[in-house]
């Protein structure tokens, strides 16, 4: 059976957190001297001088409706780059255990364990991208403590194979994290919908992608009440503005936008995966889940060098193992992807007339 309690680092198991102003009275009252506030106001035209709701209450009743995830088994983060540093915190000891991550993929694990002074466990995705379930758990011992699985993966934009990470969330003994940072692109489901049967598994989103919210710095946390409960004792006690929360509420019950800009990218997604294997110097586009596509070209660095210059920022992967030769391109407007093609083909012709 898993227990969460005996992976939580041991001096967590009995914290008491901090116990703000507004979880000490979170009723209405006329008059307000209990959080050493500004009485007066704000220093700008809106005012912003009270503490938002720590448990961000009213945007988890709303997300609880759309996720159809209980509002008491989601967590918001400063991003969701919060929740995987309070996840490390929480479960790794310093020096001593490790999280297991999947190579190519986000650099925020590995960067987020080094901080905490834990160690990374590498187990590279095959040459296709796939993931092997085996030997990720022939890396496996009792101090790796979570497994972090992207999918749609950054930046190969593949989605992982639902039998390999079934069979990691039955026999990975720590918790596997899984990160959907870019599902709604994708023509798969949440794994939020297995959250009653895997104890161990964490289910990561965010609002910086297809909501567009990405400078909010909101990121949502899925997984078992316990877990949720751990991270909220040990996250900082107002982490999520009072902005933030408006504007998430404000997303959430309009989602007319999101859905068009939705299909907007996906169309445009779609729109250069036909196109970009038509240039000269792309040798493959891989299929995409996500709202990026990683593509193989002859040259990377001096491409990147010349889009550059010509005020096209795309992100150099060429030195990533297993992404050799590879820029990463996020999907843009019609406008800015037309201008990417422009370029990559004027690329293609000054290459030419080198040889
Ligand atoms: C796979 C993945 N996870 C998480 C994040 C971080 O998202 P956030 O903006 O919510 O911190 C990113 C950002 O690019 C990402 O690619």
Redesign the pocket.
């Known amino acids: 059976m898993f227990d969460i309690n005996s992976l939580l680092r041991p001096h967590l198991r009995n914290l008491t957190p901090y116990s703000s102003a507004r979880d000490e009275f979170s009723g209405t009252a006329q008059v307000y001297l209990d959080a050493n506030e500004n009485s007066f106001g704000s220093a700008t035209a809106e005012d912003f001088n009270r503490y938002p709701d720590p448990h961000q209450r009213r945007v988890k009743r709303m997300l609880a409706r759309l996720k159809e995830v209980p509002a008491d088994q989601i967590f918001l983060g400063n ?3 919060e929740p ?1 540093d309070l996840l490390i915190r929480a479960f790794c000891q310093p020096g001593q255990d490790h999280i297991l991550i999947l190579p190519p993929t ?1 650099g ?1 694990y590995s960067v987020s364990a080094t901080i905490n002074g834990v160690g990374v466990r590498e187990v590279l995705l095959r040459p296709n991208f796939s993931l092997d379930a085996n030997a990720v758990l022939s890396n496996t011992d009792r101090n790796s403590k979570i497994l972090f699985i ?1 999918s749609p993966n ?1 930046p190969t934009g593949n989605l992982m194979d639902r039998v390999a990470v079934e069979k990691l969330l039955q026999e990975f003994p720590g918790l596997v994290v899984v ?1 959907e ?2 599902i709604d692109y994708c023509r798969e489901d949440s794994w939020t919908c297995r959250l009653e049967e895997f104890p161990n598994l964490v289910v ?1 989103q ?3 992608k297809a909501w567009g919210l ?1 400078a909010l ?3 949502m946390a899925f997984a078992s009440r316990e877990l949720i409960e751990i991270l909220n004792k040990i996250k900082p006690p107002y982490n999520i503005s009072q902005l933030s929360q408006q504007y998430a509420l404000r997303a959430i019950t309009n989602r007319d936008k999101m859905k068009r800009q939705l299909a907007l990218t996906l169309f445009e997604r779609q729109q250069l995966e036909q196109r970009l294997p038509q240039l000269a110097i792309v040798e493959k586009v891989y299929p995409s889940e996500a709202n990026f596509l990683l593509v193989k070209v002859q040259e990377a660095r001096p491409l990147y060098d010349f889009l550059l210059e010509k005020g096209i920022v795309v992100r150099d992967r060429s030195r990533v193992q297993l992404c050799e030769g590879c820029l990463r391109i996020t999907v843009g407007t019609p406008n800015e992807n037309e201008q990417l093609l422009e370029a990559l083909a004027a690329f293609s012709v000054k290459e030419k007339q080198a040889i």
């Open positions: 991003g969701s780059d995987i986000y925020m992207c950054n990160d940072a870019y990561l965010t609002f910086s990405a710095r909101l990121g």
